[in-house]
Nanobody, 119 residues
Framework: QVQVVESGGGLVQAGGSLRLSCAAS????????MGWYRQAPGKQRELVAS???????NYADSVKGRFTISRDIIKNTVYLQMNSLKPEDTAVYYC?????????????WGQGTQVTVSS
């Protein structure tokens, strides 16, 4: 089983930056993909960015060129550097991890961290 905990959200003005962190822990052999999702009020949860164990990244079109996902394999931690933030980036950001354990693959979601961008 894998667990993840996010940190780093907050309130920032438009054009500002924030860095989110997500640390995975638990009893597993390895983690494949880690990713960041977000959910704004009244909207469905959407993928923001993901990164595989080999470092392959994927971004939502709305954040390309502004957000950067990175990963520390040894620390089982993923980061999301968010620059040039816009009010439409306001949402609860969730971390997700897919891990291989003794009983097979499992996925975990964090509790979410609020990101608010003021205009």
């Amino acid at each position: 089983q894998v667990q993840v905990v996010e940190s780093g959200g907050g309130l920032v003005q438009a054009g500002g930056s924030l860095r989110l962190s997500c640390a995975a822990s638990g009893d597993f052999f390895g983690i494949n993909t880690m990713g960041w999702y977000r959910q704004a009020p009244g909207k469905q949860r959407e993928l923001v960015a993901s990164i595989t164990q080999s470092g392959t990244t994927n971004y939502a079109d709305s954040v390309k060129g502004r957000f950067t996902i990175s990963r520390d394999i040894i620390k089982n931690t993923v980061y999301l550097q968010m620059n040039s933030l816009k009010p439409e980036d306001t949402a609860v950001y969730y971390c997700n991890a897919a891990a291989m354990g003794r009983t097979g693959w499992s996925t975990a979601w964090g509790q979410g961290t609020q990101v608010t961008v003021s205009s």
